[in-house]
């Protein structure tokens, strides 16, 4: 999968973090993260709650 960092002034939209099932504030830095093979499934996290996965959801993206 690949990781990219949304620039503030490219976040125009609210998106629900799936870590941590909290809002991501619009204009806020965050991640989204892309499935190279299903690139539909793109989801936006907290920058912190990517780097915190493993200890949050074992085993889900790895
Ligand atoms: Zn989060």
């Known amino acids: 999968m690949e990781?990219?960092?949304?620039?503030?002034y490219r976040a125009?939209?609210?998106?629900?973090?799936p870590?941590?099932?909290q809002d991501i504030?619009?204009?806020?830095?965050h991640l989204v993260v892309v499935p190279l093979d299903?690139?539909?499934?793109?989801r936006h996290w907290h920058?912190?709650?990517?780097?915190?996965?493993d200890r949050r959801r074992p085993g889900r993206l790895r």
């Open 12 to 17: 125009l939209k609210t998106y629900l973090c």
């Open 47 to 53: 920058e912190a709650c990517w780097q915190h996965r």
């Open 38 to 42: 299903t690139p539909d499934l793109r």
């Open 3 to 8: 990781v990219r960092r949304v620039q503030p």
């Open 25 to 29: 504030q619009p204009r806020a830095m």
């Open 19 to 21: 870590g941590c099932n």
